[in-house]
């Protein structure tokens, strides 16, 4: 029996969504990092193959959040491909990171830290939450912020300050289904 959209929406919807943000947090950390200890040269390196690495990071990292990434068994759902989709359009733009890379390589914080998090957009639609809408938006404006006031430090700024946003999404990843449960069993005042 094929399940409807709607049944695979839900069952979408429930999961935990832990691995990639994490793998996401891990990632911006080392390149942060790396920014601090190395030379330009060494951080743009650590951007191309860490953010590059993400997905493989999260698949690795989905057997220890109990979402297995790889698990065969699993109903087949069109919004686990949706969101594949939404992966490879995150790599694709580096069609218009590399260009801008090549004019000025400080560019590369900006454009990689902006566009591979617009992933996050199509996944609130998806799972009917505010969350990745909070995460590009505030992603975005604090990406280009740092960008421009800390042109020195783009290559430590830019990662922590995705780091830090990472930080408030899984929070808000881990409690949505907390919050959502309180809200349905409040009663309205009269």
């Given amino acids: 029996m094929k399940r409807t ?9 429930n999961q935990k969504f832990l691995a ?8 911006w950390t080392i390149i942060g990092l790396i ?9 743009v390196w650590s951007i191309f193959i860490g953010t590059g690495s993400i997905v493989y990071v999260a698949l ?11 698990d065969k068994s699993k ?12 992966v490879a359009q995150a790599v694709m733009v580096y069609a218009i990171a590399i260009p801008f890379f090549l004019v000025d390589y400080s560019s590369l914080p900006l454009t990689v830290g902006i566009l591979t998090g617009l992933m996050w957009l199509p996944f609130s639609w998806i799972i009917n939450h505010w969350v990745g809408i909070f995460h590009t938006l505030t992603r975005t404006i604090l990406v280009l912020s740092l960008w421009y006031l800390l042109p ?13 946003i990472y930080i408030v999404t899984i929070l808000i990843l881990k409690n949505r289904k907390k919050v959502e449960k309180e809200l349905s069993t409040t009663t309205p005042l009269k």
């Fill in 5 to 13: 959209l709607e049944v695979q929406r839900i069952d979408f919807s």
């Fill in 152 to 164: 020195e430090y783009r290559f430590i700024a830019i990662p922590f300050g995705i780091v830090l």
């Fill in 75 to 86: 109903p087949k759902n069109e919004f686990d491909k949706l969101f594949f989709f939404t």
């Fill in 35 to 43: 920014g601090i200890f190395f030379s330009d040269f060494v951080a």
């Fill in 20 to 27: 990639t943000p994490l793998a996401g947090l891990i990632v």
């Fill in 60 to 70: 690795f990292l989905s057997k220890f959040t109990g979402e297995n990434f790889l």
